[in-house]
């Protein structure tokens, strides 16, 4: 290239320009160098002075995104965003278009238009901010307090609201219960105005009011104004966004009533067949669940567990008969005979105190006084309550259950009421996380739990026979006790995660996930872990820094094996076996030799009874399989792959022939050999034995870092520092 011309890489390029496209109504676009440096205001003179546009007052105008990106007008915070080669649009500024609007919308002209413009332009907080200081806000909540716009007009004025207040400029607060009322009747069943968008819209509305509002006195107006059968009637609409609506102010409503109402405002629910509705109309649908949807079913279905929290709380009152009753019932249900309740109430009937030997049978901890068991919170009086029930519902299974545990001995006995009590606390904390709030991004919920009645009682029942088969299964003792409630919670977990559509789905999972099938999924998931951080550049960076020293050892071992010598069978030069002839071969213990010679089928000749010697530095290589002088003219077999020889340095070739009696001899003994002859080590057992030691060095080496997830990159090391003056208090 010549010296005048200048290279590309010499070209200085302007970081602070962006090249752009801008539009105007129906005229030639113009392509412009949008320097980051120059105030917006002076761009935006430049382009209003373009001589092919000539526009004045360029003071009413602002650019914005060509396409809609939610933020339309480009800013002086939102400018440094701008992108190579995008599309922008001059229009009216956006407290000019706010003017123009509220305008149009007071004239009574052109309202629809007007309303759907004002619809786009309600995601852009600049442009919202400028409406609502003129005051349309307060605008479109007359056209509803007062009925100034036709259906059509309505959907988009409710759903523009919608989006003005989602910016937060404003407080939910300033409505006024006249509103509130009006919305809250296009919701009602029996609304003229029952068009869709108008529904979907008005449920958002007072959903938004609900949660956000201060005042008590609106949050129970909605109540009032809205009935829960008008809200489960909207879900079984056929409109996935008013089912979603709906049952969203239905979880506001729920959240936002007192503690001390709750339970009757689910009883209020569950007496609307609620349950019944979701299933038919949401799980059941010809739709599939959203993610939305999901999350609002997991918020429902989390009110309803945290209802338990009550009795998960409570110990045992010692004067409260009912709960007492309950313990006395269980022991009744267990062991006491129809004879035997029939004789209870005459004067021969058994002593209290001589149940206490039932009680310990029952798996209480406190035999004379079980009811000592349920002080602990939590589980409290629930895990009373599940126990009562499976007892009462399932009395087949619970006897089953409890007579099984009487016949064993007793340190294999699976204590019920410690069962049942530890199961219902981990149920509740560490699966269900009964008590804790719905959180935001929560989406998960069980199906199955709406399938029924008594639905979470129903789960627990099955959760406690699944305890009894593990612990049978794993011949557990009380020791084991933790790892076996370990076991079943995996076994939950995991059946739980396939979203059973209802209990005996999840039954029939839970019978499959046997102890032994938990095991041999662990074992998998382990060796899948480990093996994916093996794939780590840290990992392999540490493999690599051992190997050497790893492979030192196995050669160590070779070496040994040497020394020890071994057994070989002795074969002609014809590759035939000589019937019981034998010759034994060890190495010298200082590795400078070999020592070999005939003998007995049984003995282990020393060095010095050796007859034959051959010095390491004479051996010229090794041969093995078909390259060795007995093999050479014998077809492939067994035996080939187990012979090796030694080739001599000398003027003639001399060789000396070995034939293992195994694989494993002949891979220690050619690894040996290729170690003092300084070649690798090649054999499938140095790489299985180098993989070994490797793994379980690695594994030894990073004990400190379990669970903890290994970068693939090492972190950055900071600068040093400006000096070295370090100073020490």
């Not at 009590?421 to 149920?427: A, D, G, H, S, Y």
């Not at 494993?664 to 140095?686: E, K, R, V």
Request: charged fraction near 25%.
């Amino acid at each position: 290239m010549s010296d005048h011309k200048l290279r590309t890489s010499q070209i200085p390029i302007n970081k602070n320009l962006v090249k752009l496209a801008v539009m105007y109504e129906d005229k030639i676009a113009q392509l412009i160098d949008f320097d980051q440096e120059k105030p917006l205001i002076a761009i935006i003179q430049d382009i209003c002075a373009f001589k092919q546009w000539n526009i004045p007052d360029p003071e009413s105008y602002s650019l914005k995104y060509e396409t809609d990106n939610g933020k339309i007008y480009i800013t002086e915070k939102n400018r440094s965003e701008l992108k190579n080669g995008q599309v922008l649009r001059l229009m009216l500024s956006a407290s000019k278009m706010a003017e123009k609007l509220i305008e149009i919308l007071n004239s009574g002209g052109g309202q629809k238009m007007a309303l759907q413009q004002l619809q786009g332009l309600s995601s852009d907080f600049t442009f919202v901010l400028d409406f609502i200081n003129k005051q349309g806000l307060a605008l479109l909540i007359t056209y509803v307090e007062e009925d100034r716009v036709s259906d059509e007009a309505l959907a988009y004025v409710l759903q523009t609201f919608v989006d003005l207040m989602d910016h937060n400029i404003v407080s939910w607060d300033i409505l006024e219960h006249k509103f509130i009322s009006k919305i809250a009747s296009f919701v009602g069943s029996h609304s003229s105005r029952q068009d869709a968008s108008i529904l979907k819209a008005s449920l958002a509305v007072l959903e938004s009011v609900v949660q956000n509002t201060c005042s008590p006195d609106k949050q129970r107006l909605v109540e009032q104004e809205v009935t829960l059968a008008n809200l489960i009637s909207h879900l079984e609409s056929l409109n996935a966004e008013i089912q979603l609506n709906a049952i969203a102010l239905i979880n506001a409503l729920f959240m936002k009533t007192d503690q001390s109402k709750r339970r009757n405002f689910a009883d209020e629910l569950t007496a609307k067949n609620i349950r019944g509705v979701i299933l038919s109309n949401v799980l059941q649908g010809a739709r599939l669940v959203g993610s939305e949807m999901g999350h609002q079913l997991y918020v429902l279905q989390t009110l309803f567990f945290n209802l338990m929290e009550q009795r998960i709380m409570k110990r045992i009152d010692p004067q409260d008969q009912m709960e007492r009753d309950k313990i006395v019932e269980l022991r009744k249900i267990a062991f006491d005979s129809d004879t035997e309740t029939n004789l209870s109430h005459t004067p021969t009937s058994r002593r209290p105190g001589s149940y206490a030997k039932d009680y310990k049978k029952l798996g209480f901890a406190n035999h004379s006084n079980p009811a000592e068991d349920f002080t602990e919170t939590p589980p409290g009086l629930l895990a009373l309550d599940l126990m009562y029930y499976f007892a009462c519902s399932h009395t087949d299974g619970y006897t089953k259950v409890v007579l099984e545990n009487a016949c064993r001995v007793d340190e294999h006995e699976c204590p019920f009421g410690k069962s049942s009590i530890e199961l219902t606390k981990m149920l509740c904390r560490d699966i269900l996380k009964v008590g804790e709030p719905p959180n935001d991004e929560g989406s998960i919920y069980y199906p199955m739990f709406v399938t029924q009645e008594r639905a979470f009682e129903e789960f627990f029942c099955i959760c406690i026979q699944t305890l009894n088969k593990t612990w049978k299964e794993m011949r557990a003792t009380a020791e084991d006790f933790p790892k076996v409630l370990s076991v079943v919670k995996e076994q939950i977990m995991r059946s739980l995660k396939e979203q059973p559509t209802n209990l005996d789905q999840f039954k029939n999972k839970m019978m499959k996930l046997t102890y032994s099938e938990i095991t041999s999924l662990w074992q998998q998931e382990r060796i899948t872990r480990e093996e994916d951080e093996s794939q780590a550049k840290p990992i392999i960076e540490l493999r690599e820094l051992l190997t050497p020293e790893i492979l030192e050892l196995i050669q160590h071992q070779r070496m040994n094996f040497l020394v020890n010598g071994t057994l070989f069978s002795e074969y002609s030069n014809r590759g035939q076996r000589q019937k019981n002839k034998f010759w034994y071969c060890r190495l010298s213990p200082n590795h400078k030799g070999f020592h070999y010679g005939d003998c007995d089928e049984n003995a282990k000749p020393l060095v010095e009874e050796l007859d034959h010697k051959v010095a390491v530095v004479d051996i010229k290589q090794l041969v093995v399989g078909k390259d060795c002088p007995i093999m050479k003219n014998k077809s492939k077999t067994t035996v080939m792959n187990l012979a090796f020889s030694l080739v001599l340095d000398g003027p003639e070739a001399q060789y000396i022939n070995f034939v293992a009696p195994h694989e494993h001899i002949f891979n220690m003994w050619t690894d040996g050999i290729n170690a003092l002859l300084g070649c690798p080590m090649t054999s499938d057992q140095t790489r299985e034995d180098l993989d070994i030691l490797l793994n379980m060095e690695v594994k030894l080496r990073l004990l400190d870092t379990e669970g903890i997830t290994i970068p693939d990159q090492p972190p950055i090391i900071p600068p040093d520092p400006p000096n070295y003056d370090f100073a020490y208090d």
